[in-house]
């Protein structure tokens, strides 16, 4: 134990509440299923990856306390719950059910006779979550030619494409990519012509790819990414030997984790995109029909049930940050290629469409630049196309510019750089 605060604790809309003979900290943060607690101390509580069931002391004086905090910000996926063990809680005995499920929730209990047991000092919320700095450039790597290439075009921070650079890794197509790390990409997935791979190729902060890295998780392509939390990925859904729903986290060192059994339907060729600064949105693509459905990311990277979709279903569409908390998603194939968009606010409900601009085509790749805006490429008309389009902070979607690099499909995209 260390850290013992001998007067008060500050609580987070300022107001000091008492501390009663002192609090020491628990260093070791709590990340199992369940704790046993003693009084006088402060727990921090990490939820990542399941609920957690606090067992407090069966006996206990007026004036005992115990703080909890919600250590990673996950109460709201998975809740900090209370088993007071024989002594009341707020008046209630240890029958109720006593959980806490809000982010960013703090929890300071005192004890206070046998009537009303434990009662709540505090139990404030922060809503305010540090928000990753914003990347400036982007990246738009591998694809489909008359075969896998891996030739890639960095996008500077006005949202000009630059020439192809020569690739690194294995050439491969239906490869996705996200940001991780704040100011770093992940290309992922995808495959080669004759088979899918899972190998990974990282991206520095300068631009530069790195060489194939082993993959980690079931092999397949046409899935999707994208950035959540404050520096990690997912990648999630796609198609092996058939389609899937299955997601693989990415962690703040680019390291892909194993495969976690996906929720929602098993489809291909969607889009995905960061919303509401710390999570994500997959949207649209194809069961065997197009769908419209999408599925939204937690901050601790649990994607969530389907949510009816709104405009036009369609596959080979993809998705891109931009504004603050919010997304776009636009182009695809419905009956033909379309220019169609759909844009998504901080709370991650989708908007129906808004006619397209530009050329209609699908199988494009998407990327944030500029801090707050966005750039679509790429694609698939009826033959390979490099035509560009600019998504300015407001999510409208600008002409044509005349493509640069080589005409391809397939292909990922992803921001880079912290620096303009």
């Known amino acids: 134990m260390s850290g013992t605060i001998t007067s008060n ?24 299923s369940t704790v046993t607690v003693e009084a006088g101390n402060g727990y921090f509580i990490n939820t990542t990856s399941n609920t957690c069931t606090v067992t407090l002391p069966s006996s206990a004086e007026a004036g005992d306390q115990i703080v909890f905090v919600d250590y990673a910000r996950t109460w709201a996926s998975y809740e900090l719950i209370l088993d007071s063990n024989g002594l009341n809680f707020q008046g209630n005995d240890d029958t109720y059910t006593v959980d806490y499920d809000t982010a960013g929730q703090s929890l300071n209990i005192v004890y206070s006779d046998s009537t009303k047991g434990w009662l ?23 694809g489909h030619v008359s075969g896998a290439v891996s030739m890639s075009n960095l996008v500077n921070s006005s949202g000009v494409i630059a020439s192809d650079v020569t690739g690194v890794g294995t050439d491969g197509y239906g490869v996705r990519a996200a940001t991780y790390g704040t100011d770093k990409a992940i290309f992922a ?16 902060n ?14 397949r392509y046409d899935l999707a990414a994208a950035g959540y939390g404050t520096d990690t990925a997912i990648f999630a859904y796609g198609y092996s030997s058939s389609n899937v729903s299955m997601s693989n986290l990415v962690n703040s060192s680019g390291v892909i984790a194993s495969d976690v059994t996906g929720v929602g339907t098993a489809r291909r060729d969607l889009g995905a995109a960061r919303y509401g600064t710390d999570k994500a949105i997959f ?15 937690t901050n601790a990277g649990v994607v969530g049930s389907d949510v009816s979709g709104v405009g ?7 998705a891109a940050s931009y504004g603050t908390g919010t997304a776009i998603f636009a182009y695809g194939k419905a009956a033909s290629v379309t220019a169609v968009s759909n844009l998504v606010n901080s709370s991650g409900v989708l908007a129906s469409d808004v006619s397209g601009v530009g050329t209609a085509r699908e199988s494009l790749a998407a990327t944030g630049y500029g801090g707050d805006k966005a750039i679509f490429a790429y694609g698939n008309t009826g033959s390979n196309t490099a035509v560009s389009n600019l998504v300015n902070s407001s999510g409208v979607v600008a002409s044509d510019v005349s493509g640069v690099g080589t005409a391809r499909k397939h292909l990922g995209a992803a921001g880079f750089s912290t620096s303009a």
């Open 9 to 32: 604790v500050a609580r987070v809309s300022g107001t000091i509440a008492a501390t009663p003979g002192g609090l020491s900290w628990d260093t070791a943060v709590v990340t199992g």
């Open 120 to 142: 709540p000092v505090s139990d404030d919320a922060v809503a305010d979550v540090p928000t990753p700095p914003v990347t400036q450039k982007g990246i738009f790597a591998y």
């Open 189 to 204: 997935y995808g495959q080669t012509g004759s088979e899918a791979v899972s190998k990974s190729n990282l991206v520095s």
């Open 206 to 219: 300068s631009g530069v790819i790195a060489s194939d890295v082993s993959g980690v998780g079931t092999a």
């Open 283 to 297: 949207g649209y693509g194809i069961t065997g029909s197009i769908v419209s459905l999408t599925n939204l990311v």
């Open 312 to 318: 036009t279903a369609r596959d080979g569409i993809r």
